[in-house]
């Protein structure tokens, strides 16, 4: 199943994502319910739980995609939220932003179209820097972690949850399975792209395991990083501070 990933140069990569993400962006909550049994809702849930935001504390959601971790983030916050949401993709946000009128969510929440590695907001402006299923689809991690360091006040903490390596040998068989068999499967029932969940597999497979993340954040800045494992491994949640 070669979706010639492997050799893509940046640009390409990056148009990969693009595409994959404005073909899905209609479908994209129904499929996350579906692909991970509504068990994507307890991951966020576990992130927001673990980020206890304060109200008032300004957060930014990075690869925010359609509204997910800051719907909840703001939820938190209570009368004094201030959210932002930041994702490369205008077909996310759009979804996210209709989602977020029919909740009746007009206040605390900003919407800004921007790329990860580039991130359109001024050094040490924020408390709290989340980004959940994101890192991955970015094109250099070691420049997105650099980027979050920077907006990130002093103080400021940084989150990542993400798919990550599974620590139980026959989970781990499961797993493979799963998602070398169903995920294009669903792809292709739901999205109508099997090619997009076939990148979906192969950017899981690559991207680096629990210990290799904490080290490249570390090198980026970030102090007190630690993770914790959920579902076997399956997704970890990454932490560290900007001292
Ligand atoms: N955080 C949301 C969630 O958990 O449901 C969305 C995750 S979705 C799997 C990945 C998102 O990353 C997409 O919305 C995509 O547009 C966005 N993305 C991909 N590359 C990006 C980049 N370089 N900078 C910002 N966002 C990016």
């Known amino acids: 199943a070669s979706f010639g990933y492997r050799d893509v140069p940046k640009a390409e990569k990056a148009r990969m994502v693009r595409d994959v993400f404005e073909s899905v962006a209609p479908r994209y909550d129904l499929m996350n319910d579906l692909m991970s049994g509504g068990v994507h809702r307890l991951w ?3 992130l927001v739980d673990t980020v206890n935001p304060r109200p008032g504390e300004k957060l930014l959601d990075v690869a925010g995609g359609t509204g997910d971790i800051a719907f909840r983030l703001l ?3 209570a009368e004094r939220g201030d959210v932002t949401v930041c994702d490369i993709n205008p077909a996310m946000l759009g979804v996210g932003r209709d989602r977020a009128i029919d909740r009746g969510l007009l206040h605390g929440l900003t919407w800004a179209t921007g790329d990860a590695e580039r991130l359109p907001f ?5 408390d709290v820097y989340t980004i959940a299923f994101g890192l991955r689809n970015v094109t250099d991690i070691d420049q997105a972690l650099r980027e979050a360091y920077r907006v990130l006040k002093p103080g ?3 989150f990542c949850l993400e798919f990550s390596k599974v620590t139980s040998a026959p989970i781990g068989r499961i797993y493979d399975t799963y998602s070398e068999r169903a995920l294009p499967f669903f792809g292709r029932l739901v999205a109508r792209d099997a090619e997009s969940y076939r990148y979906l597999h192969e950017s899981i497979r690559r991207f680096p395991p629990q210990r290799e993340l904490a080290e490249r954040m570390r090198a980026a800045g970030f102090e007190r990083v630690s993770w ?5 491994g399956v997704v970890a949640l990454h932490s560290g501070w900007r001292i």
């Open 44 to 46: 966020k849930n576990a």
């Open 228 to 232: 914790r494992n959920m579902t076997f």
């Open 122 to 126: 001024p050094d040490r402006s924020f």
């Open 156 to 158: 400021g903490r940084y």
């Open 75 to 77: 939820q938190r916050q």
